[in-house]
């Protein structure tokens, strides 16, 4: 497989097991959409749809040398810096981007297209667009299946812990020089405490 963004996760995950006639005609077309839906096991199909399009995001906006190493169901998380956006109405939405100040730095970066030394308004403004740009193709699927919901503003916490009733993902990122985590619910109550607002 040559795209890079799935291809480390799919063979971690079949390590040692024979394709299926039908995972290999996924591969073989190799169609984003039918690749998450195979290959990465979700509780449903919203997240599904928000996995999607947080993978389209991240090739778009990263480049093709970022991958996904791997999908964690998580009560509770735990970070030393968080970008987040919730999104109401008919769904309630919550994601996040979290990671230490260089993972954050790296992603504002490649974003913005220039390379950020600190993280000062230009860099938090780039992570926020970033984060606007990924919620918001995820807002258009759900209106496309007639479900309304509002972006609220992006907000970031410095030491957070998140907390779900239902639990939530955890997807770890790569780049080349670092690894950040984003942080996916749909429909639970999500609680985040922090000792630092930004």
């Known amino acids: 497989m040559r795209d890079v963004l799935l291809s480390s996760y799919i063979a971690k995950k079949h390590k040692g097991e024979k394709f299926t006639d039908d995972e290999l005609k996924v591969l073989k077309d190799g169609n984003l959409e039918s690749m998450v839906s195979t290959f990465v096991p979700l509780k449903n199909e919203r997240y599904n749809l928000q996995l999607q399009c947080v993978l389209k ?74 984060i606007n740009c990924t919620n918001g193709m995820f807002a258009t699927k759900l209106s496309d299946q007639s479900v309304e919901v509002v972006l609220r503003p992006p907000v970031f916490y410095g030491d957070a812990h998140i907390s779900g009733k239902n639990g939530f993902y955890v997807v770890t990122m790569g780049l080349p020089d670092v690894k950040f985590n984003v942080i996916m619910s749909v429909s639970d109550e999500i609680r985040l405490k922090s000792l630092k607002s930004n």
């Open 57 to 130: 995001s991240m090739k778009y906006y990263m480049g093709n040398e970022v991958y996904l190493e791997q999908v964690n169901m998580e009560d509770e998380y735990k970070e030393h810096f968080v970008g987040c956006q919730m999104m109401d109405g008919d769904e309630e939405v919550f994601f996040a981007i979290g990671g230490s100040d260089d993972a954050l730095l790296s992603v504002a970066s490649r974003f913005a297209g220039e390379d950020f030394e600190e993280f000062d308004a230009d860099a938090y403004d780039a992570v926020c667009e970033f």
